[in-house]
């Protein structure tokens, strides 16, 4: 008596390896996010390299799975896990003075993924031009500085002229250098390949 035995795939290889590096991406931001250090034009809030995990995010997981990282990222700092500015968690950090900006990550990786690849299908980031990738970034941006002016606004019961000055412009200089530098990462091994 004969009996064959197949193998049935659940999930599939592709869907396993967009999980795993959802999840990298989530913990890269957090180790980004303990990167801290004061800013002298804004003494509340820390410069942190959180956004160049977001635009990074955007760039190699495309928007889908870039915006999924964000949010597992945001789920394991609301849950306790020590992955915000300084250490710090909770759900407190998400309705505090800077939790525009951590809400915003999600669709600011989205609005960064759509962009760099020119839609929802993920494509090799190094076929992406330096004008597509920066305007990607500075779209990424307006989203962060946005959604993060207003939050600052409400829970900090200022103008948003004010909320803007306070939380956002202080940080131009320092969104350049994240800027800069997420482009070096793509280009990385750009000048081998052409």
Do not use: C
């Amino acid at each position: 008596m004969s009996t064959e035995t197949g193998s049935v795939e659940l999930v599939g290889e592709q869907t396993v390896s967009n999980i795993t590096r959802t999840a990298l991406f989530a913990a890269v931001v957090g180790a980004f996010a303990q990167v801290s250090f004061p800013n002298p034009l804004a003494p509340a809030i820390p410069v942190t390299l959180q956004v160049l995990g977001v635009f990074l995010a955007g760039i190699f997981l495309g928007p889908l799975w870039g915006s999924a990282s964000l949010v597992l990222y945001l789920v394991a700092g609301a849950v306790g896990a020590p992955v915000f500015a300084g250490g710090s968690a909770g759900l407190v950090e998400l309705v505090g003075l800077t939790g525009g900006y951590l809400l915003s990550y999600p669709v600011a990786a989205f609005v960064v993924g759509t962009t760099v690849h020119g839609g929802l299908t993920l494509h090799d980031p190094k076929t992406a031009g330096v004008p597509r990738l920066v305007a990607g970034m500075l779209a990424g941006t307006a989203v962060i500085y946005t959604f993060g002016t207003v939050g600052f606004s409400l829970v900090g019961n200022y103008a948003l002229a004010e909320a803007f000055t306070l939380s956002a412009l202080a940080f131009v200089p320092f969104e350049a250098f994240k800027i800069a530098a997420a482009v070096g990462i793509v280009r990385s091994d750009r000048v081998t390949a052409e």
